[in-house]
């Protein structure tokens, strides 16, 4: 007991000073290892401490052949100290950079996510680019290895941009490193301006292509981003192709991502097809009657076809982790290649004019004949003596200033025993055989190597733009960019995912959601949209759609809410609870906090909504309102028109109508739209209306403006415009702006009678989204020919063969407009077998024939023509 007692006593008294030193001197000394050894890279080489070794290693065993990746791997393991399966996927990562390293064999695919075969049967050496820009053993600084045996480098001596150009991850104890890769081109051109003095800006290229919006990069800082997106290509109407996907996916996980959307009903699609092989190709197969346009959109905003990547470029310092710009580590690489080949060149003038030293002493020791000033020496110290005596002349110093030898003053410092040493070693057969022609040759040869190094030294900046113009020469073949910088437009979610649930309400209760079936039916909607709802006490609450949610008794609307709508409109009359005056108000509601109660009165007890619209276009009606019998006002029914509100926020009083008791209101007339007309499109390939300008444009509509179709089954839609209606166009012939006076024009063949008639007729149906057929019987007719042009002239064919024969004929001219039940005028006895408009035609003539028996006409040659249902003009109904 007394011991366990000494024993707490001891760690009492060190509490406060080396147990928790040591857990806190233990947990730095372990974050800094995993800092600076193990994740994040060197700014001198960019490379972390693996990569390092895997290419000295590599270097070591260089002989120009390939290497079996596992001896590789063993070779590097008396280097790096984590093992083998460390080393051997830094070494296939680093592979698949094509950069570094020439990989021979299956080394995976980064986009498909395949992992490389067993290290025993893939190979790879070094390229070309890397044993130049990398190893120079002479501006290497070495250190041990961890058990002291062998020599390792500190950093390697990278004269290019490593870092920017090959990107890295790590992740280490309170702090990660993200840098992209960057294009070879883009980063020598960039190189070559920060040597001149110009600001540069590099963005990102992944070798997996796609396209990126880098507005928001930074520089690579922290708190930047990019936008990356897949490639995607419309096949056909039914198809779509992903060609290259976004960085830092596979196919797998972009597939698995598209599948989990259309499981949750965000995206319409049939099936996917993996077809990808030497190049990228996801075939996805659409549903029917699905915007391929609409898809891509969907896919950006649901599925994995567009990433999100946020940079966070740190790096290994002075042996300090460093938050830093990619254009700040791209001036520091710049800056360390000039200045590395600055100390290569003057390690070359060194090696040259040491050779142009030993070359000069040996010319005069020969040419001079001082090696025979040694044959009558005695001793080995005598030698020495006579040949630095003969040399020393020939040295340049003050001391020395005997014209005769003037010419010879060549050597340009003392000759030290080494040399002299150097001299003696000569061979007689060698002084027998020496040239002094070629060693003067060899001497100027030399000289010249000198003096073009010194001027390179003196122009070093123009020498490092020369050595990257020359690296891009080499190694810049097949290097173009690959993602293409763009910008994207924001995707809303709510605008592109596939209706996929409907909203019902219960008003009394209270219930709104997409499971109360036996309730009232409002719309279709998505199960992402958001619900606004709108109570008789002037509460009003956003809430996101669920099965069933209980939002408050007494609801006067349900609807789907856009955020930032700034078209849809609120009319409002209300009660005060306070001063029973009656206010009436127009608001938007473009933003909320979902889920919380807003008062859209006075928020005074009592208050009571008494009438409210809401109205896509902000439509501003006429209301007629009662009030009290009992109260004293003088006109106790009056007319209100909203139009003569302005918009204004929601949280806004409104504008006094009454101060007297409000019995009644009415709708007198509904009002046009106060924000201008809107824009409508149809999506030629779903048939969709759309104001996103996609497929044919159908004219500016304001309120009371509606949409007429005809169809291939003889019939007419007008329909009002809105972003949810969708025409077939199987059956579709055209589709354009509703006018009054509107005339159809149609040529169809009559079952009963048997013939080909003609007929011209305006609208005259009021009915909205009721189909109203323009010919007899349907079953036994058939529609050849509709359109909404003035006077289409058409040519019409009929007969087979020698007796097919072919007629022209502008319908304006063959019948008057007639009511449009009526059957029209004969234009042949028999069915025709091709018609096509050729014009839209003359205006129509003043007198017209409506004969009902109009003679059959004579007929010529023609072809017959496909149908076009989108052109705006003409549709020929025929089946061949």
């Known amino acids: 007991m007394s011991d366990k007692n000494a024993v707490h006593k001891d760690i009492d008294l060190n509490e406060g000073g080396s147990l928790k030193g040591m857990f806190k001197k233990y947990f730095i000394d372990y974050a800094s290892y995993v800092i600076l050894e193990r994740a994040v890279p060197e700014a001198r080489d960019g490379l ?39 080393i051997g996927d830094a070494l296939v990562t680093l592979g698949q950079k094509e950069l570094l390293i020439d990989c021979q064999g299956n080394w995976g695919d980064m986009r498909t996510g395949d992992s490389a075969a067993a290290a025993r049967y893939i190979e790879a050496r070094l390229t070309p680019f890397a044993k130049e820009v990398l190893f120079n053993k002479d501006t290497t600084e070495w250190q041990l290895t961890y058990d002291g045996r062998n020599q390792e480098p500190v950093a390697l001596p990278a004269k290019f941009p490593i870092l920017l150009a090959m990107g890295t991850e790590g992740i280490a104890v309170g702090l990660s490193t993200r840098v992209l890769p960057h294009n070879f081109k883009e980063l020598i051109a960039a190189c070559i301006d920060v040597l001149k003095g110009k600001k540069v800006a590099i963005f990102p290229d992944f070798l ?10 930074n520089q690579g800082k922290r708190g930047g981003r990019i936008k990356v997106r897949a490639r995607i ?36 699609i049939k099936r996917i097809i993996d077809n990808t092989a030497k190049d990228v190709e996801i075939l996805i197969e659409l549903a029917p009657n699905v915007s391929p346009e609409v898809t891509m959109d969907a896919l950006f905003a649901f599925s994995n076809c567009e990433v999100s990547v946020s940079p966070n470029a740190c790096i290994i310092v002075d042996g300090v982790p460093q938050f830093l710009g990619v254009d700040e580590i791209l001036r520091m690489d710049a800056e360390r290649t000039r200045h590395l080949l600055g100390w ?4 070359k003038l060194g090696e040259l004019e040491a050779r142009w030293f030993h070359a000069s002493l040996e010319k005069i020791f020969i040419s001079q004949r001082i090696y025979r000033d040694i044959e009558e020496c005695e001793s080995w110290e005598e ?35 080494e040399d002299v040493h150097k001299l003696t070693e000569i061979k007689i057969r060698r002084i027998s055989k020496y040239n002094e022609f070629k060693a003067d040759q060899f001497i100027s040869d030399l000289e010249d190597q000198i003096a073009e190094t010194e001027h390179h030294i003196e122009n070093l900046t123009d020498y490092t733009i020369a050595y990257f113009k020359d690296l891009l020469k080499k190694y810049g073949k097949e290097r173009e960019r690959k993602t293409e910088i763009t910008s994207f437009e924001n995707i809303e979610a709510t605008q592109v995912v596939a209706n996929n649930a409907k909203l019902y309400v219960n008003y009394k209760d209270g219930f709104i959601g997409s499971g109360l079936k036996k309730d009232e039916y409002v719309c279709d909607c998505s199960d992402i949209d958001d619900i606004i709802v709108f109570k008789r006490d002037g509460k009003m609450r956003v809430t996101r759609i669920e099965d069933k949610s209980f939002v408050g008794k007494d609801i006067l609307l349900a609807n789907v809410w856009k955020r930032g709508d700034d078209r849809t409109t ?36 009592g208050s009571k909504v008494l009438y409210l619209s809401e109205n896509p276009n902000g439509e501003a009606e006429v209301l007629t309102i009662y009030l009290s019998p009992a109260c004293r006002a003088r006109n106790k029914v009056f007319e209100f028109d909203f139009g003569e509100l302005s918009i204004k926020g929601r949280g806004s009083k409104g504008n006094t109508v009454t101060k007297y008791p409000v019995r009644k209101v009415s709708l007198k007339e509904v009002g046009k739209s106060t924000l201008g007309a809107i824009k409508y499109w149809m999506d030629e390939v779903s048939g969709r209306i759309n104001t996103d300008e996609r497929g044919k444009f159908l004219g500016e509509f304001d309120t009371g403006d509606h949409i007429i179709a005809l169809h291939k089954e003889g019939t007419y839609l007008v329909t009002a415009p809105d972003e949810n209606t969708r ?110 408009m050729i014009s839209e035609g003359p205006e129509p003539k003043e007198e017209k024939k409506d004969d009902d028996d109009s003679d059959s006409r004579s007929l010529k040659p023609g072809d017959s023509v496909d149908l076009d249902v989108n052109d705006g003009k003409q549709a020929s109904l025929f089946d061949d």
């Open 208 to 217: 997996t292509g796609g396209l990126m919006d880098a507005s928001d990069y």
């Open 48 to 86: 972390k401490p693996v990569q390092r070794r895997i290419l000295h290693s590599m270097f070591e065993k260089d002989d120009g052949r390939y290497h079996k990746v596992a001896n590789l791997i063993g070779h590097c393991m008396q280097y790096h100290p984590h093992g083998d399966a460390a």
């Open 727 to 836: 025409f077939d166009l199987d059956r579709l012939i055209e589709v354009k702006k509703f006018v009054p006076d509107q005339v159809v024009s149609a040529v169809y063949f009559e079952g009963e009678k048997k013939w080909t008639l003609v007929k011209r007729f305006n609208i005259e149906t009021t009915s909205l989204d009721q189909e109203f057929s323009f010919i007899s019987d349907q079953r036994s007719s058939k529609l050849y020919f509709a359109s909404f042009a003035p006077n289409p002239l058409v040519s019409f064919s009929h007969g087979k063969g020698k007796n097919k024969e072919v007629e022209e004929v502008a319908l304006a001219d063959f019948i008057d407009v007639k009511g449009w039940k009526a059957l029209g005028n004969r234009l042949h006895d028999d069915k025709i077998s091709s018609i096509k």
């Open 344 to 347: 290569e060149l003057e390690i």
């Open 383 to 417: 030698v020495i003596d006579v040949v630095r005596k003969g040399m020393y002349k020939y040295v340049k110093c003050p001391e020395n200033q005997n014209p005769a030898v003037e010419k010879m003053l060549i050597l340009n410092r003392n000759i030290s025993d």
């Open 570 to 605: 609120y009319n409002m009359l209300y009660r005060d609870g306070k001063t029973g005056n009656t206010y009436a108000k127009r608001f938007h509601v473009k933003s909320i906090t979902r889920d919380k109660d807003y008062h859209m009165t006075t928020g005074e007890k």
């Open 233 to 268: 290509e419309q096949v056909d109407k039914k198809h779509i192709a992903i060609k290259e996907i976004p960085y830092g996916t596979t196919t797998t996980s972009l597939i698995d991502s598209i599948v989990k959307a259309g499981d949750k009903g965000l995206i319409k």
